[in-house]
């Protein structure tokens, strides 16, 4: 046995999982993991394995390794995070929930993003854009949505976008701002001035660039992207710029370039060599007012008969109105532009201290992105099952909530009813990305039309168990589709308690 | 040696795998695994561990536990399924096979399901609802048809089944007993009465209530889910209910709730405690009869316009009759209905001791579901290869083959030939749910018109390197579509012999 | 502790991963892996283990070797590529590159296919048929066309190639050769005789035979194949046939053959016995000329209306043409033919020293096979990085690169810009198959009409940072789609260093 026990330790000390309490033996040597040195070392004088074998051996040592430094880096990773979170803790002055709470809800709930849960793809002195990261890396729930990719655009005051190319179809939407957008086809450049509430359509592989017209505001554009090459992947091509932005066109050789634009290399590299001041940058107000002079020919674009240039959601009128709130949405004939990628947007604004009434669609996905004011935000999902506030695991629906603030985004899939509410103080601003939307309906379940309301008394009594004059009652309210909410009602009980 | 033989062993002690044998050790407490306690501790007493390294130890426990625990599970669940095989060992009168065999055959068929391929998701006195699996759970080979999901629901007589509606795009055929199916919209309900035969489309999110109209018979329904949210998943979504069914309602915030009704949360809570019955239950002879009542107004209902109400599919009368059989199919104006879906549903009734031609479907996958009956199916596969009865595993094409009664489903996916067999006893009673339906051909490979048939004299000659004449003797016969099967060919043969 | 250590030890011997050098201790018997019966008999010996943890340790034991046998499989596969390659390395005489670079430059792109990343999948004395791998098997980047697959189908002189159903959509372009393609439909065998730049469209479920009408010359296809049943997966179903090609139709059982066929065993045995050519053999002239004879009916094929018979890409002249090279598009009116499937064939020919100008397609993906000549490929791709000679990695874009000659695929996702240039020597000619081609536009970067030249003076001179005037001579010229290459370019500055 004792001869047996060496030979088992001297294997075990270079097995795969005995390595995990091993680093301390290692002596210290700069560059290459010691464990690592230590644990081919033992491989190789193994006298009595193949050299196949030794190979496996080493091959399990750097598998090892690998899974190490990226335990590692995932314990950076999370201890980045937990500072940000704690940087971002919110002041929130109508919350009345704890940080801890909200931490570990968040953890649970694969239906909500915040700031850390976007990446900067672009960031200069004058401008920035995020990428939310795929839906599907938070969730497998969201695979249903993979292919879409939602990202937001800062721009300071007389900043310029580079003109460049995405392998995406793109909405854009101006949330805060005025931009002008200039689309680039062979036969000349058109240009659009645009403000909040403008939504325009940027077919896959369209040359697009922009300037904020404005000098000091900000400008904020929403961008849904849909690639069209790699499934929830999309990048910028720039084909104008050098050095920042990079050119695609210096990957291509210099023989190529040569003979593709008949110029000595000398002159291409000079061109090349011009631009490193980034794809967003402070430019002159003349340069803007040329820029924001309207091109006269609209002409018809290239890229097909569903491109017919930008339109405001909002100039329309709501669809949806009263004190409580607005809802704007496209008009059906706007609609026909994004038939092909089936695609609905809608703009809703909550009066302060008011909230939508619990409904669901019944097609769409809502990939609902907070511009302005806070809140929050409920919905039941019978999809996931964790244990939250209150409530025992074994319920059949989950309650999943957010905080809501500039910068949420929150996703509601077909089906799930869900509310949102706007703080007692600010009005709640949403911009709405319906995705299946085509034959979408808004079903709900409170207010002056709804369904449960609309079933035969013999089946509200049996589905609730209760007496149908009861559940008529409570089921029965004039007010449709925007509610006072939570807060207004609680004084409106205290004094109907007052009147009692 | 013998010192770091100590530290190697205290370290494995709590390694990962070294803890597989370990569970002897721990002292017996309670609530939490021994085990982990043991463990986690080992990992606090490395003095030679930083925080980190001892929370990377910690985390490896946890894993295993986990890994133990679903390890155990798995054990549980194969003993679970293998006394549910040994239950459903069929007594099957005209099997000539031996249980062995098919438990093999079964286990390398990823086209065949049986009654343990569903699961119970609901289950109360008076009513099951069983879900298949997904269809990729049993092969990668099914992924074309992933996103679909096969449903029965069986009622005892006088049954309700709660209103609910489906984050799915659903197709109800009544398979057996009488039904009335009550479909909720907001402007008010609409009811159906069905029998057998009966198709309806029920669009995703349409709130859908039924009752059994029948007082004694059982009610059988099949559904077709095509999942809109979470590709592959679908749910329930229940409003009006209670405790059980819970209503979706009961995951939002007292405070929310209160608000969208304008009611006090006493009120509220009474009627969330008025449904405890579940989902499914017993109802008197008059809430069926009030129910049955057919309403008046159809109206259009608010899902647009391919929605026209239930038809059947057996009315019509058959597209393909002989005394061998019957097929049932849509009509071209029923089929407009589904055209979005691209489904088409087909009722096949094989006479006892009939067969089908052999034939192949050009672009749809069947999802077939015997309702009725026994028999046999054979189906050629090139994309498996195993080894099956009598049959070398170098063929090119396996025979998948199954013993069909009522709850088999199996799977025919485009441009497989294959044949079903009623037995002698019965006639056999196949449903088909036919995905990627649209301009889809059966192609015929016997009968009065079969492909082989309609070669060239040289083209047959060619490829079966024989006699024109003789290919064309075996490949004609007046028959189509439904033959005469095995057993009576037999007795045919007997005959045949006795008068050569 | 001395007693734990013994435990621990016993239990450690088996345990998953101290196996992984426990070889050496096995005996040496025949069949079973010494190593796996040493595992299971330590499990089977504890004493302390229940059954269930006997059967879990067995289970590690098993997993453990299949796991290693994996590895070893990998280190074969390994060995028998790197042979491959060695094989195939090209003797290419206009190559100026190491073969060295051109291995590890392959092994980092994604985009390009070689001989090798082809399977035979037919291989006869008489011809041989090609499958192109996966497109995801070589990288997730390819998965939005992982659902088609090219092949190439190689028939020596007077073949026969035995009929045949797909399950996929199919596309056949004759690249050399020429032949007469049979369709069979239940009413009888439509023929047509092709020539090189003939396409024609196979519905999923159709029969199809083919003959090399020419006694001398090889015949080459090239298919483009769209599953419909199986994502990215697709068989030959043989019917026709015997033992080699087999016939799927001896895949179901004698007493179904019987029934099916009317027809005695014996008969049927005799039947399938006639066939042992396999699927591609040597026919007569006699055979060939009776099988060339166009049928006169081409009547209405069942697969609809799509579906128009065959149509030659070369006989409407070139949509792109000059001194430089021609492009071969579909007319629209053919194209209607394949909007269902989204697919656009083009046919390129660059002339001897000549190149395409730098573009990008907004919406298809181009899957290309080069047919005749040589070349060079590259094109610009933000989606990798990698390290490539001569560019750091730091870039945005990489260059990916490929020497062309007939028989490489290369892959040109949306949205990138690309380039290929014709060997001084030979034309250069392209299939190229344009999935995902409805709207999709060409986007020029060079030559007459290019998006960079028609941008606004203002946006070049920000752009680029760069005199408009400059960035306007550098990309205004000439020529359209095609120019002159790089060779005869350096040629040409030669010469006007000369002359300045």
Known sequence: MAI????????????????????????????????????NHQC????QYSEEEKRICEERCEEYQRMKKERQKEIEEEARRKKEREHHQRQDEGSDEEGGEEESREKENPFVFQDKHFETRVETDDGRVWVLQKFTKKSELLRGIENFRLVILEANGHTFVSPCHFDSEVVFVVVKGRATIGLVKEEGTERFNLQPGDIM?????????MVNRDEREKLFIAKFHMPVSIPGE?????????????????AFSWEILQAAYKTQRHKLQRLF????????????????????????????????????????????????????????????????QFQDINLLITWVNITNGSMTAPLYNSLATNVALVIDGKGDFEMA???????????????TYQRVSARLRPGVVFVVPAGHPFVTVASTNTNLQIICFEVNARGNKRIALAGKKNVVKAMDDRVKE???????KLVQRIFNRDEQFFFPGPCTFEEREELGRAYA
């Open 4 to 39: 047996r026990n060496k030979v088992v330790l001297a294997m075990l000390f270079f097995s795969l999982l005995a390595l995990s309490a091993y680093s301390y033996l290692g002596t210290q040597e700069p560059d290459v993991d010691p464990e690592l040195i230590t644990c």
């Open 44 to 47: 190789q004088q193994q006298q």
């Open 201 to 209: 359509r940027v077919p896959a592989g369209a040359t697009v660039f």
């Open 234 to 250: 999309f990048e910028a091509f720039y084909g104008p710029g050098g050095e920042d932005p990079e050119s695609f066109l210096t």
């Open 273 to 336: 060599e011009g631009q490193k001041k980034g794809s967003m940058f402070n430019v002159s107000r003349e340069h803007v007012e040329a820029l924001s002079k309207r091109t006269m020919s609209p002409g018809i674009w290239p890229f097909g008969r569903q491109w017919r240039g930008p339109f405001n959601l909002l100039s329309n009128g709501p669809s949806v109105s009263n004190e409580y709130g607005r809802l704007f949405e496209m008009s059906p004939d706007k609609q026909t």
């Open 381 to 395: 999902c019978p999809h996931i099952s964790f244990s939250s506030e209150g409530r025992s695991s074994s319920a």
């Open 462 to 468: 049996l589905a609730f168990n209760f007496p149908a």
